[in-house]
């Protein structure tokens, strides 16, 4: 807001899976710009009462609720919105407008921080030379000469409060109004919460509390995001994970963080696609974040002993066996629309199969969606967030060299690489020969490498690139994990007693033990190869 007091800078934090995606923002230009620092929550009118009447949202003099009017702006072609910018003017009653540009962080893991531009207006019309020279120029680099049109409008009433809690200030807004697109709207039901002053730990902790006590769901869509799919027809797309580029000169303690946080930054932004669509990438992302989380955190508690580490990574592994259900029907689905069905037959023949397990794919969305509005996972986010806010493992290393926090993260990544490293070839010895068991503990080994090293690739880049070693170790497990698509397989196919099936049934399990074969023969060469090629870190 701009009559506030900026919000201090979380430390950035990351984790790394695949290339980012391109989103320039003039945030390097707009040096006098501040950060926002926020937490949103998804109710419904049951839950916004709730809330208002909620003593942990109790003030001595509450004030009425304002009416806020927003316009949105943008180029025709939506050039800001291809930058994940917004650009509004909003007047709050009889106030003057106030002009606002907002843009991602730029650091992976800043899932809770934006980067905000506020000016005073004059009018509802947008005049971006009211920034300051840099921003402004920075904006005008953007936009080129297409002109700016209004794209949507909100209007909220909003119950604004300003809460303590520990060290933190935090203004809490209840939000209950629409999106409107045309003749066409859209309901808006928020809780908002932003971090005036204070530590991030106790913000953190104050929305854990909320959630545990209030119908509140975390939703980190904004309404500048939720208006344009909107009024463009559009939902929101499963997002991978970005690179952490860790520097060499981090030291332990700040590649904890960044890894951390960049871990539940992508099992987060998936929630909206999930929310949204039947899109089979939204769950696989989400278990890849906190499998990924998991693989750091065991990484992590053998340098740094913290029984946080192993608290968390238990809930973790709880939550992705939850969303296990539908990841199977997706795989399974794929492969059978992809293989068998493309070579055997038409359609029809594999009709009695593929309806059954579009019940159980059904019923396992269902379930997910259902986890995502229950309190476990929104609690799991924030308190995870509390932790690292406060870096909560640093109590665990006090009976240790407290200098191996503060060491260059090159001298950790390169002994956890190199561990794992060794471990992977140690259950890997015959691997062709190695029963179904034991080639799975080999291909999470490589996972964990794998994960590892993605994580630390930015610390050896003046070393080799990481490339091709990562994508040979992915490549094994790939292979290795022929067999379990098949044990998958035949666990489903074993459960679907209808006779008009068992014909595509047997294809189907024809076909996975066909690729499992497949995959044998090339494990032997896949193996020999990943052997040969040097590890980057050396």
Sequence with gaps: MIESETPPQIQTEAAAESPPESAPAPLALAERAQQEVEIKFATDAAGLAAALASPLLRVEKPGRARKLVSIYFDTPDWALKKRKMAL????????????????????????????????????MEPDISLFDPDMAASLREILGEAPLEAKY?????????????????IEAAVDEGAIHSGARELPLREVELELKSGPAQDFFDFAALLAENLPLRLDNVSKAERATHFCQGTAPKPVRSKPADLPAEANLDEATARIILGTIEHFLVNWASLRASDDPESIHQMRVALRR??????????????????????????????????????????????????HFGERKDFAPLLDALEKRRAAAYEESRALIESPRPTLFVLRLSAFVARRGWRNAVQGLDLATLTEPIAIFAAQALERLY????????????????????????????????????????????????????????????????????????????????????????GWYARGAVIADRGLAREWKRFKAIRPFWR
């Design 153 to 169: 409008e909100t209007r909220v009433n909003r119950t604004a409060r300003l809460i303590a809690h520990g060290a933190a200030r």
């Design 422 to 509: 060794k471990r992977a070839l140690k259950r890997g010895k015959k691997l062709v020969t190695l029963p179904d068991e034991q080639r799975h503990q080999v291909r999470i080994a490589l996972k964990n490498l794998r994960y590892a090293g993605e994580f630390f690739a930015a610390c050896f880049a003046d070393r080799r690139d990481p490339a091709p070693f990562l994508r040979a170790a992915a490549n094994l497990q790939g292979l290795l994990g022929a067999h379990n698509d098949a044990a998958s397989a035949d666990h489903f196919l074993s459960a679907s007693h209808a006779e008009e099936a068992a014909r595509a049934a047997g294809i189907v399990s």
């Design 293 to 342: 989380l998991r693989a750091a955190l065991g990484m992590l508690k053998r340098t740094i002993p913290c029984l946080e580490f192993e608290a968390f990574r238990e809930e973790a592994k709880a939550l992705a066996s939850a969303f296990g259900a539908a990841r199977d029907s997706d795989a399974l689905r794929e492969l059978i629309e992809q293989g068998p069905m493309g």
């Design 88 to 123: 509004r003017v909003r007047r709050s009653g009889r106030a003057a407008p106030v002009m606002t540009l907002k843009w991602p962080a730029e650091a992976a893991g800043d899932v809770f921080v934006r980067g905000e531009a506020e000016v005073r207006a004059r009018t």
